[in-house]
């Protein structure tokens, strides 16, 4: 008799699919001490277009089959840097971060960046994204990479999305260590 479990186990590995999470490299764009509600939304337009700080990155030749990244500049040249040409998606974006009020007292970057992911978290009206439609936007994109006939997918995304995108991997059946704050140009494992 012939054993054929040694089928099966191959059918189960090459249907597995692995989605690596990377947050792009660091920008080089300096926090302001101190800003009105005006001056938090043009640094934001800033470090969108920011240079990156060099890093030197050695990928394991055939890492991935492909490497999809949001279309923000700093995703954009860190997919480059790690793996050629990436699938540019406007699914991947950071969560936009707009002021939590108009005008007002000068703030601290950090009170603005708190405030305004907090008013995310509640789906305030003055953040352009509910947490809902961001979770329903990371829906999209995993649909996406799904359907591409890749096997393992390099996703260069940005802080506070890819705990959302992990998230969203998590209710599809995927597992691996949850992201936490990542560091700059870390990458995590998801495997369904």
Same mark, same amino acid.
């Given at each position: 008799?012939?054993?054929?479990?040694?089928?099966?186990?191959?059918? $189960? +590995? /090459?249907?597995?699919?692995?989605?690596?999470?990377?947050?792009?490299?660091?920008? +080089?764009?300096?926090?302001?001490?101190?800003?009105? /509600?005006? +001056?938090?939304?043009?640094?934001?337009?800033?470090?969108?277009?920011?240079?990156?700080?060099?890093?030197?990155?050695?990928? $394991? +030749?055939?890492?991935?089959?492909?490497?999809?990244?949001?279309?923000?500049?700093? @995703?954009?040249?860190?997919?480059?840097?790690?793996?050629?040409?990436?699938?540019?998606? =406007?699914?991947?974006?950071?969560?936009?971060?707009? =002021?939590?009020?108009?005008?007002? =007292?000068?703030?601290?970057?950090?009170?603005?960046?708190?405030?305004?992911?907090?008013?995310?978290?509640?789906?305030?009206? /003055? $953040?352009?994204? /509910?947490?809902? $439609?961001?979770?329903?936007? @990371?829906?999209?994109?995993?649909?996406?990479?799904?359907?591409?006939?890749?096997?393992?997918?390099?996703?260069?995304?940005?802080?506070?999305?890819?705990?959302?995108?992990?998230?969203?991997?998590?209710?599809?059946?995927?597992?691996?260590?949850?992201?936490?704050?990542?560091?700059?140009?870390?990458?995590?494992?998801?495997?369904?």
């Amino acid at each position: 008799m012939i054993d054929e479990s040694w089928n099966e186990t191959y059918i $189960q +590995e /090459s249907n597995r699919m692995k989605i690596s999470l990377m947050r792009h490299y660091e920008v +080089e764009c300096p926090y302001p001490n101190r800003m009105y /509600s005006a +001056e938090f939304t043009s640094w934001c337009s800033d470090y969108d277009s920011a240079p990156l700080i060099p890093v030197h990155f050695e990928a $394991q +030749e055939g890492s991935w089959d492909a490497c999809f990244s949001s279309d923000l500049p700093r @995703a954009v040249r860190t997919a480059e840097s790690v793996y050629g040409v990436p699938v540019q998606t =406007p699914l991947l974006r950071e969560v936009p971060l707009s =002021p939590f009020l108009a005008g007002g =007292p000068r703030l601290p970057y950090h009170i603005w960046t708190v405030m305004g992911r907090l008013c995310w978290l509640m789906s305030h009206p /003055s $953040q352009m994204e /509910s947490k809902h $439609q961001t979770a329903l936007r @990371a829906g999209r994109w995993i649909e996406e990479a799904e359907g591409s006939g890749h096997e393992h997918i390099l996703a260069v995304s940005h802080g506070f999305f890819i705990p959302v995108l992990a998230g969203e991997l998590r209710k599809k059946g995927y597992s691996g260590r949850k992201p936490g704050k990542l560091k700059n140009g870390e990458i995590i494992l998801m495997e369904k």
